[in-house]
């Protein structure tokens, strides 16, 4: 009986709680309504207020504003399978419910509990309360409760349909668009009236996560979530299998990644426009589910430094216009010979042995109509179909058409992109996605592009060899020809840019003419994982994307045959030009909300992230980020960047002259496809890539990472160090030594070297304790005062033989002493454009000819 009273009591006690808390919520619930009894005011807001981006100082350089991406669109003027493949994924039960629904919350809760994906549990009234009246980042259970309650109300308040408008005009839809009618412009380039059910499917697939199904940059992801929407419509009767199929295939036959945006939002006024979309597309990001971005009224604290960016974009344009005039002659002079000499030939011997397929003037005719077409009449046809409303025209023919001139200028078209990071920060200053930011140009291609860095990969690895202490910068290498056993056991039998061969070079020789077989000598010296370890931790990839990049373990890789993005390039090289500290690229440092409070502060958490025990993390040792660095500061003195020494030469406004320490190193992609340069100084680190969207053609002779991204690297790393003060690299306290050294052995000088001498940095332990044995009784082979006389001449050394015993030569060395020596050693005046001699992996080539 005891046992009884106790348990009673407890059961009232118990009542009396949840009566209390259920009265407390509910209290709570209806002072959240602010007497909407009466006013009935569920969408009176604040004022809508644009967001701000600020560069560092201070200067604006765009606004995001509401009229840009959200449009509203009457419900009775979107197409039925909108709506159908909305409630098809989101909310089946939408007409039946009152704003919650048991089963759903009851999956919900199962799904948390057993740490299982059953499903959402929020309807879409529930969705769209939780945007318009809740922070949806809040995982709490008070959130959700708070949700509920908005729910509730918006059912007793509007009819099913008006929640339902209200919903596709409020909604976030991913790429920074709210609502359905401007990410149907942003997705599609058209209006929500003209959406297809595959594009319905696209569109509510983002729903749920904007940033992993956004068909740009996961497209097969988006494809499997697309087509299980469309499945899901035929199952409920809302399509046919052959429409939903027809609907599917039409969407990806006419797929174009880069048709993004609206019109209006190309009208703003933007100083920087594909910095500004890169900040968009963050903020998106980091804002999802709590905040509209173009009503919050948001001050973003970016990185961007104005001065740079317009810098980039007038040299970016410079050698991209000047990369396409140089291809198209190049291409339109070897056509022309095709056709002047092989054309006859062709309909000679197609007449003798009768063979029509062999024919090219038909094929040529076809070629010239089809350009015709495309150039000529489509757009006439365009603006036909435009005045006089005749879409099927516009879908059926000329967007075919657009498609046809996109893929066509994909392939023939010389694209380039550019990031600058400062070292010390990891702030970008400045970013050039492509040729011209427009709605059909979008892609951002120094973030997104994932590109073969050839040669300009070389200095990742070469950090390992540095640093293993297996190899020196005047490690002896055999520069001969060889032959490789892969894994498998088959040959590879690696060349060097034009099939040349030096014999025994040094390491910092091989490396800043950016020889190959020594450089694949270095990477079998290490190990492929020790290299590829290396790499990867400079690029900052996660071992997650490792395996989709290309990392191979093998020879290949020594010569940059993986996938990397600009702006992971340009973070490897920072990290280099930094001491070895880890940098993060960060676009966006604070963003302030509308009273001037600080809600997001990534600068801050962005270095967090970088600190282990209480200090930057080192990604690689002081002393061996300073040796490399003496190294490619090489490449920019006598290296495949030569061409570049003089632009880091300044005068200040006293009058002193100086000299700001610039490195770096260029790369040619195979077939020449790809053309890079990246480097830096104590201040910046810059990358610069130019080459096609789609792979497959070459650049041609002319246009090399020494003959183009080279200059265009140039010139934009002398302008935007004109007024800062010199400044050196950061040298380690200890653990490492300057040693002169004899330029072709490497080891410690005799007197007979005195003319040949080079400055090499070391780990300490490494440098060379031996002295030189060619030149131990003062005389020197040909060829080896040849090469000494060579590496001289390139670094702006004056000969002096009088200390060498050159008697049984028999070669004319004069040529080397003679002060208007033009041999191909130099970089002609403007690049790559007059010289067909000109080299990217070598510059000693006059010796050779």
């Keep these: 009986m005891e046992k009884l009273k106790k348990s009673s009591v407890c059961c009232i006690l118990c009542l009396f709680l949840g009566a209390g808390l259920l009265g407390a919520a509910l209290g709570t619930g209806l002072s959240e309504t602010e007497n909407i009894k009466n006013t009935e005011m569920f969408t009176s807001f604040e004022t809508a207020l644009p967001t701000k981006l600020i560069d560092t100082n201070g200067e604006l350089i765009t606004e995001f504003s509401s009229d840009e991406k959200r449009e509203i669109i009457s419900l009775k003027d979107l197409p039925q399978h909108m709506l159908d493949a909305l409630l098809t994924r989101e909310d089946r039960v939408f007409y039946s419910h009152k704003g919650f629904s048991y089963k759903a919350l009851t999956r919900a809760i199962?799904?948390?509990?057993?740490?299982?994906?059953?499903?959402?549990?929020?309807?879409?009234?529930?969705?769209?309360?939780?945007?318009?009246?809740?922070?949806?980042?809040?995982?709490?259970?008070?959130?959700?409760?708070?949700?509920?309650?908005?729910?509730?109300q918006m059912e007793r308040r509007y009819s099913k349909n008006e929640i339902l408008e209200l919903y596709l005009n409020k909604i976030y839809f991913g790429g920074g668009t709210y609502g359905v009618n401007a990410a149907s412009k942003y997705y599609f380039g058209h209006s929500a009236k003209e959406i297809t059910p595959a594009e319905a499917a696209i569109l509510v697939i983002q729903l749920s996560n904007p940033?992993?199904?956004?068909?740009?940059?996961?497209?097969?992801?988006?494809?499997?979530?697309?087509?299980?929407?469309?499945?899901s419509m035929v199952s409920e009767g809302y399509l046919t299998s052959e429409e939903a199929q027809s609907s599917y295939d039409d969407y990806w036959g006419t797929f174009d990644y880069t048709r993004t945006n609206s019109s209006a939002y190309e009208m703003r006024d933007d100083k920087a426009p594909w910095f500004s979309e890169y900040v968009r597309r963050e903020l998106s990001n980091i804002t999802y589910g709590s905040h509209d971005i173009y009503t919050s009224g948001f001050t973003v604290n970016t990185t961007l430094n104005l001065a740079h960016q317009q810098t980039a974009q007038k040299v970016m344009e410079k050698y991209i216009a000047r990369a396409n005039y140089l291809y198209n002659l190049e291409h339109s002079s070897r056509s022309n010979m095709a056709y002047d000499t092989y054309v006859p030939m062709t309909e000679l011997l197609s007449l003798i042995f009768n063979i029509p397929q062999i024919k090219v003037s038909e094929q040529r005719t076809k070629s010239i109509a089809n350009q015709t077409y495309l150039e000529d009449i489509n757009p006439v046809i365009d603006i036909f179909a435009t005045m006089n409303g005749i879409e099927d025209l516009k879908i059926n023919i000329i967007n075919r058409a657009n498609s046809k001139i996109k893929e066509e200028n994909e392939k023939t078209t010389i694209e380039g992109t550019m990031i600058c990071v400062e070292n010390n920060t990891g702030y970008i200053t400045s970013i050039i996605g492509g040729s011209k930011y427009d709605q059909d140009n979008q892609f951002i291609r120094a973030v997104q592009?994932?590109?073969?860095?050839?040669?300009?990969?070389?200095?990742?690895?070469?950090?390992?060899?540095?640093?293993?202490?297996?190899?020196?910068?005047?490690?002896?290498?055999?520069?001969?020809?060889?032959?490789?056993?892969?894994?498998?056991?088959?040959?590879?039998?690696?060349?060097?840019?034009?099939?040349?061969?030096?014999?025994?070079?040094?390491?910092?020789?091989?490396?800043?003419?950016?020889?190959?077989?020594?450089?694949?000598?270095?990477?079998?010296?290490?190990?492929?994982?020790?290299?590829?370890?290396?790499?990867?931790?400079?690029?900052?990839?996660?071992?997650?994307?490792?395996?989709?990049?290309?990392?191979?373990?093998?020879?290949?890789?020594?010569?940059?045959?993986?996938?990397?993005?600009?702006?992971?390039?340009?973070?490897?090289?920072s990290i280099i030009a930094s001491g070895g500290k880890a940098v993060t690229p960060i676009a966006i440092r604070t963003v302030d909300d509308r009273t001037g409070n600080t809600i997001k502060d990534l600068e801050r958490e962005s270095r967090e992230k970088l600190v282990v025990n209480g200090s930057v993390e080192q990604v690689v040792s002081p002393q061996t980020a300073f040796v490399m660095t003496k190294l490619l500061e090489q490449t920019v003195q006598s290296g495949t960047l030569h061409a570049q020494r003089e632009k880091f030469n300044y005068t200040a406004s006293n009058g002193q002259k100086y000299t700001m320490p610039a490195a770096g190193k260029t790369g040619t992609t195979q077939n020449w496809a790809d053309a890079w340069a990246s480097g830096f100084t104590p201040y910046y680190t810059a990358t610069f890539w130019f080459g096609f969207d789609k792979p497959g053609q070459s650049l041609g002779l002319y246009i090399t990472g020494a003959t183009l991204a080279g200059y265009a690297w140039g010139d934009y790393m002398r302008e935007i160090h004109r007024d800062?003060?010199?400044?050196?690299?950061?040298m380690p306290s200890n653990g490492v030594i300057k040693v002169d050294v004899c330029a072709s052995t490497g080891k410690l000088p005799t007197p007979g070297c005195e003319s040949h001498l080079t400055s090499q940095w070391y780990l300490y332990g490494t440098q060379p304790t031996e002295t030189c044995p060619l030149h131990a009784d003062g005389s020197a082979s040909a060829i080896s005062i040849i090469r000494l006389q060579n590496e001289m001449y390139q670094s702006g050394q004056r000969a002096n033989l009088s200390g060498l015993d050159t008697s049984p030569l028999t070669v004319n060395l004069d040529f080397l002493k003679d002060d208007n020596f033009t041999g191909t050693v130099e970089e002609p005046e403007n690049p790559p454009y007059n010289s067909s001699k000109e080299d990217e992996d070598s510059d000693y080539n006059f010796l050779m000819d």
């Design 724 to 730: 800062l003060l010199a400044k050196d690299f950061p």
């Design 449 to 573: 592009a994932k590109l073969q860095p050839g040669s300009t990969f070389k200095p990742l690895y070469y950090t390992e060899a540095i640093d293993s202490r297996k190899f020196t910068p005047t490690s002896i290498i055999s520069d001969t020809p060889v032959v490789f056993q892969t894994a498998d056991g088959k040959p590879y039998i690696p060349e060097n840019f034009r099939g040349e061969w030096l014999g025994d070079v040094t390491l910092y020789y091989a490396l800043i003419h950016s020889m190959n077989v020594p450089s694949l000598k270095v990477l079998d010296g290490i190990g492929f994982e020790s290299a590829i370890n290396r790499a990867v931790s400079l690029l900052g990839i996660s071992d997650e994307e490792v395996p989709k990049r290309g990392f191979n373990p093998g020879y290949p890789i020594g010569l940059g045959v993986c996938s990397v993005r600009p702006i992971e390039l340009a973070r490897a090289y």
């Design 211 to 231: 940033a992993f199904y956004n068909p740009f940059d996961h497209t097969n992801v988006a494809m499997e979530r697309q087509k299980d929407v469309l499945d």
């Design 110 to 152: 199962v799904g948390k509990l057993t740490r299982k994906s059953l499903g959402g549990g929020s309807t879409l009234t529930q969705q769209i309360a939780g945007t318009l009246f809740c922070d949806r980042t809040d995982m709490s259970i008070g959130r959700k409760l708070k949700e509920l309650w908005w729910a509730i």
